[in-house]
């Protein structure tokens, strides 16, 4: 009888409830629309990048090598959060497996953790274009790029793993089953520990603090090598020349740290809990959805293999090519 006891227990606690955006019920079916467009919108916008790439064989460098890896990425990243949060806005709340909730935090984790890493890649792949561009085909080569991006992944997900092996030993709170957020982030899925959690609490903390930190000042230093380069060259047009290949990865740099600084740094005890998910929703939702947006407006190199790709997938006499071409041409200026 105990053991059976101990057994229905465990069981209670074997599936959790996302709560989701319940407070907007009563809004229909407009949350969910809205969120699929976003998502349509991401994954489309990260893939087109990547065909882009791969089609055009003068965006075979460095630089892109990394922005495929990065688009990848974020198509994962979306992935792992949209379909269930979707789903939450057709049937109100969300029953996930604590295994399925422990492994969409697994997931999200990792993608942060090498997000960041492949950022700090990106930027010293231009401090190495900008400072040294000599040497640049040398130094750059596609051993190093690819042991970058390889070292970027397994240390992402390496890393996650230790963290969440940590709570292999922790014993469920009994009768904790609902999460007031609407995926699996690391306070909540503490929060479903019992015993000593702050080791899992002090080790998650110090290693994303690790992975957000370091990466962080290896740009900055990154940036402050290509500013004063930059500023030491005499023409203008020069300068703006240089600058502007940095320009859609400085951009992305600050929203991806600026909305992180927003949802983990800023003091969000106090807040509202429909608040604490809106602001995660920017790093979660919307940084995915503007990164493609963002380099292929401010990428005339990108701008050009999509006109080319577009070219490629509608034949050139057929109605949806003038529709195309209109479409095209009014997403990407000139």
Request: proline share 5%; charged share 10%; with cysteine.
């Amino acid at each position: 009888m105990r053991k059976q006891s101990s057994g229905d227990r465990e069981n209670q606690t074997t599936w959790l409830i996302l709560v989701g955006f319940g407070e907007l019920q009563h809004l229909g079916f407009l949350p969910f629309a809205f969120f699929l467009a976003i998502y349509v919108v991401t994954v489309g916008g990260n893939a087109l990048i990547v065909l882009a790439v791969a089609s055009s064989r003068t965006l075979h460098t460095p630089m892109y090598f990394f922005l495929c890896h990065f688009s990848l990425l974020e198509i994962g990243y979306t992935s792992n959060i949209m379909p269930r949060l979707l789903w939450s806005f057709l049937e109100g709340r969300e029953t996930i497996s604590l295994v399925s909730c422990l492994v969409q935090f697994y997931v999200f984790a990792s993608l942060a953790a090498v997000e960041c890493l492949l950022l700090s890649a990106m930027s010293y792949d231009r401090y190495l274009a900008i400072c040294h561009p000599l040497r640049y085909p040398a130094l750059m080569s596609t051993w190093l790029c690819g042991c970058l991006a390889a070292g970027a992944w397994v240390s992402g997900f390496s890393f996650s793993a230790f963290t969440l092996a940590l709570a292999a030993p922790l014993p469920l709170c009994p009768g904790h089953r609902e999460i007031d957020h609407y995926f699996c982030d690391f306070a909540p899925v503490v929060g479903l520990f019992c015993g000593n959690v702050g080791v899992m609490w002090g080790a998650g903390v110090s290693i994303s603090g690790f992975l957000t930190l370091a990466p962080f000042l290896l740009i900055v230093a990154s940036y402050a090598f290509i500013l004063r380069t930059v500023l030491q060259i005499p023409s203008g047009h020069g300068r703006q020349k240089a600058f502007s290949t940095c320009s859609s990865h400085l951009t992305v740099v600050g929203v991806f740290y600026g909305t992180l600084i927003v949802v983990y740094v800023a003091p969000t005890d106090h807040m509202a809990p429909l608040l604490r998910k809106a602001f995660s929703v920017l790093y979660t939702v919307f940084t995915p959805m503007v990164n493609p947006i963002i380099y292929s407006l401010k990428n005339q190199e990108v701008k050009g293999a999509l006109h080319r790709l577009w070219g490629k997938l509608i034949p050139r006499h057929t109605p949806l090519k003038g529709i195309g071409q209109l479409l095209t041409f009014s997403w990407i200026p000139a």
